[in-house]
């Protein structure tokens, strides 16, 4: 998009790529092989090619390997590869460098909302499957790469998470999570999944705060809240060099959120979905005006009382991206800068990036 910055790969090119054989329906390595690899050798990128035999995997190559010799890291999988990877690599001591490494998705996985997502920005066709897996090749060929946001999630027990895609809890997460088992089904598998959990459809009971995108553009903040510019201050020279990023706009999950933000006077949702990409999945374009690198958190929360029905068509109508145009009353959403979700009781699967979590007060 205009007024992006972008950096070129070098040629020829070192590419180390990470691929989990068992993502998505297992074709991963196949679809390499036939798809990918011809396309590379054209436009000189040279391979590596790292098969993952586990969990973790990938995290702990990233986190403790020596990564000069490569000048991208490639992550052929679904979205849960990635997550590994950019967590490895905030686990570096020097992750601030380690971080200005292009990363690069290719689809393979059965959950590939990433790939859509930046199918999407470049402008591409909405497509699915081979097509979207060369058209993501065909952006690595060009080579060209830009920044990407990233949200830092903490939960009550002490964990750390550093997301790209998003954040989850309720009717979402469940699809994602419940449907794992028909993963032979590639992406028909969500379809599947949430028609199973429409016939079931469960409320969950929280609380749900945020700070939106306006309060730190100008329009003042409480006059107690102790904040400079939407930022808490800290004190000087507080973070040692290595340390992880700051999150400076949250206080501890304890204390209850500044003044400032809004807190939703609704505690009884069917979901709450803060996503930073356009796509959720292949066929899932949740956030039509998401870009790569804008600052914000997408927040959808659905309140309870909606009808099956009413789901079905939102559900429907997000495929295309017109879900916002029913202006159904149930169905919020907001532009934020941070967030916080405070469940009642540990009830119902948390995501980040499609990975699960267990269920517990978290902010970003």
């Known amino acids: ?70 000048d991208t890291l490639v992550v ?37 909302a990433l790939a859509a997502s930046i199918n999407y920005y470049a402008g591409y066709d909405h497509v699915a499957k081979k097509k979207l897996l060369t058209n993501c090749t065909f952006i690595l060929c060009k080579g060209l790469y830009t920044q990407m946001d990233l949200v830092s999630l903490s939960t009550a027990s002490g964990k750390r998470f550093f997301s790209f895609l998003g954040f989850g809890w309720g009717f979402i997460s469940d ?12 992406s028909a598998r969500f379809t599947l999944g949430t028609l199973q959990c429409l016939a079931k459809l469960r409320v969950y009971q929280g609380r749900l705060s945020y700070l939106p ?42 204390q209850p959120v500044p003044a400032h933000w809004t807190v939703v006077p609704e505690e009884e949702f069917v979901l709450v979905y803060a996503i930073y990409q356009s796509h959720l999945g292949t066929n899932l374009l949740m956030a039509p005006a998401a870009r790569l690198h804008d600052g914000c958190i997408h927040l959808f929360y659905m309140k309870a009382g909606i009808s099956r029905v009413t789901l079905l068509k939102l559900f429907l109508a997000m495929s295309r991206g017109t879900h916002l145009d029913l202006n159904c009353p149930h169905l919020c959403y907001v532009p934020v800068r941070a967030f916080r979700l405070e469940p009642r009781v540990a009830a119902g699967i948390m995501t980040v990036d499609g990975e699960a979590l267990a269920c517990e007060p978290v902010q970003g």
Not at 4 to 23: E, I, K, T
Not at 57 to 63: D, I, Q, S
Not at 87 to 112: Q, V, Y
Not at 175 to 186: A, F, M, P, Q, T
Request: charged fraction near 20%.
């Open 76 to 112: 052929m999988s679904g979205d849960g590869l990635l997550f590994e990877v950019v967590n490895g690599l905030m686990e570096r001591p020097d992750w601030k460098e380690a971080m200005k490494k292009p990363l690069c998705i290719l689809p393979g996985g059965s959950g590939n």
């Open 213 to 254: 995108m306006a309060t730190e553009q100008g329009s003042s903040p409480a006059p107690h809240a102790p904040v400079t510019n939407g930022h808490i201050p800290q004190p000087a020279g507080t973070e040692a060099p290595g340390s992880p990023p700051h999150d400076s706009l949250l206080v501890p999950l304890g």
């Open 175 to 186: 699809v994602d999570i419940d449907s794992e088992k028909y993963r032979w089904l590639g």
């Open 1 to 70: 998009p205009p007024g992006d910055s972008y950096g070129v790969l070098p040629r020829p090119c070192h590419a180390l790529v990470l691929l989990n054989p068992q993502s998505g329906s297992g074709r991963a390595l196949d679809d390499f092989q036939a798809v990918v690899q011809p396309m590379l050798a054209e436009a000189d990128i040279a391979t590596t090619v790292f098969v993952t035999e586990r969990p973790h995997h990938a995290h702990e190559k990233v986190r403790d390997e020596d990564l000069s010799q490569w």
